[in-house]
């Protein structure tokens, strides 16, 4: 059964990024308006231990998303400093 993605997303000055976290490959995909500019092997230590720590609960989710969006916002600031 394949694992759920985690989406988040951000108007990072006036431009709408997202985050996909697939579970099942460990990977993240950015997309800027729609379309996709990067794919990364998500970093091990994204989300601690909680990972293997079971049956994920709706904080686990929450948690999962606000990782994800740190990323991004991560992921923007550099990609901005490289234009």
Same mark, same amino acid.
């Given at each position: 059964? @394949?694992?759920?993605? !985690?989406?988040? +997303?951000?108007?990072?000055?006036? $431009?709408?990024?997202?985050? &996909?976290?697939? &579970?099942?490959?460990? &990977?993240?995909? !950015? /997309?800027?308006? +729609?379309?996709? $500019?990067?794919?990364?092997? #998500?970093? #091990?230590?994204? /989300? +601690?231990?909680? #990972?293997?720590? +079971?049956?994920?609960?709706?904080?686990?989710?929450?948690?999962?998303?606000?990782?994800?969006?740190?990323?991004? @916002?991560? /992921? !923007?600031?550099?990609?901005? #400093?490289?234009?």
């Amino acid at each position: 059964m @394949k694992s759920p993605t !985690v989406r988040a +997303g951000a108007h990072i000055e006036g $431009v709408h990024w997202v985050a &996909e976290y697939a &579970e099942d490959v460990h &990977e993240i995909r !950015v /997309f800027r308006e +729609g379309q996709e $500019v990067d794919v990364h092997d #998500a970093p #091990a230590t994204l /989300f +601690g231990d909680e #990972a293997s720590a +079971g049956s994920k609960s709706t904080a686990d989710h929450r948690a999962m998303e606000a990782a994800v969006l740190a990323y991004l @916002k991560h /992921f !923007v600031m550099e990609h901005d #400093a490289e234009e």
